[in-house]
C-alpha cells in the first residue's frame, strides 16, 4: 500500500473535538486502518525446507503410529 497522508487544519472557530472528528472520518474514508487490521495476523510464508522439514516429521509419525498399532501396542 502507498503511503498516504492525511491532513487536517484548524479552522477558525473550530474546535478541537470537531478537528478530531474530521481526522478519523478522513482516516476511515482512506481505507488506511481497514488495511492494518486487514494485515495485522497474516504470517509470512514458510521456506520451502521448512515446509518439506515438517512434512517429513508429520509421515513419520504417521508410520510410527501406524506400526504401534500393528503391534497392538497403541489403539
Known sequence: MAKVVIEVKKNPNENNSSILR????????????RHVKKSRYNLRKESKLKTKRSALKRM????????????????
Open 60 to 75: 513419520g509419525r504417521r508410520q510410527e503410529i501406524e506400526k504401534l498399532k500393528k503391534m497392538g501396542k497403541m489403539k
Open 22 to 33: 474530521r481526522f478519523t472520518r478522513k482516516m476511515q474514508e482512506s481505507g488506511i486502518v
